[in-house]
């Protein structure tokens, strides 16, 4: 257990609508990470943030956006589905933005 | 950016055998991690190691930073070994510290 917490598991939702997934950081890590690992792309940086703050972005749409909470957890917003999509959502914290990367679960995405 | 190269794409091992995998980045680091993606999807950290050697049971890996590469090492490998190996850099940038990401290996051990 890596200590990153991600819900949901999996998702499954039709093209068009708009999904929220959820990431609690490991105890104490600042900093949080929102990765898509898609088959075609592989894993794609998208968003990072640390303690409240967006530090950095990747590749994200304009119709994904994200944010952190007062209590550090930070959830990712994600709006007119399309078929492409379908992903495997992953969230990462670290202390400080520095150091070691853990990684949740992953939040398996299907959009049909 | 940084490019991150693994090698090889696949590998298919009998049981038992022991495997090699490589990990070049095209520019200098300050760490590096290896992960295992296991069938489930899940992402397993195995080693962060910004240099040198370091080993946890029959895993091992050698990070050569002046040469910009790193090599995991498999002994006597187990079909739950299976999954994918990832190798992941930082891309720094004030206090951001995404990771890049390799396109991995493969590996699948047969019994």
């Known amino acids: 257990d890596s200590g990153v917490t991600q819900t949901p598991k999996h998702l499954i939702t039709a093209t068009g609508q708009r999904v929220t997934l959820r990431c609690s950081p490991r105890?104490?890590?600042?900093?949080v990470y929102w990765y898509q690992q898609s088959l075609d792309q592989g894993l794609q940086f998208l968003i990072q943030?640390?303690?409240?703050?967006?530090?950095a972005k990747g590749n994200i749409l304009e119709r994904f956006s994200a944010q952190q909470f007062p209590d550090l957890h930070s959830e990712l917003n994600l709006s007119s589905l399309e078929l492409g999509d379908s992903a495997l959502y992953f969230c990462a914290s670290s202390t400080r933005g520095e150091g070691e990367a853990f990684f949740g679960q992953g939040t398996r995405l299907t959009v049909v | 950016g940084i490019q991150v190269e693994q090698s090889p794409p696949d590998l298919i091992l009998q049981e038992g055998a022991n495997s090699t995998l490589r990990c070049n980045f095209s520019d200098s680091v300050n760490n590096l991690q290896w992960f295992h993606q296991n069938p489930w999807g899940q992402l397993i950290n195995l080693f962060y190691?910004?240099?040198g050697t370091k080993q946890n049971g029959r895993l091992s890996a050698t990070t050569v930073a002046t040469e910009r590469y790193s090599l995991l090492y498999i002994s006597s490998s187990q079909t739950t070994d299976s999954g994918v190996y990832f190798c992941?850099?930082?891309?720094?940038?004030?206090?951001?510290?995404?990771?890049?990401f390799g396109s991995g290996t493969q590996l699948t051990v047969l019994p």
């Open positions: 190691i910004p240099s």
């Open positions: 105890s104490g890590d600042l900093s």
């Open positions: 943030y640390y303690n409240g703050e967006e530090r």
């Open positions: 992941a850099v930082p891309v720094s940038s004030g206090s951001a510290r995404q990771l890049t």
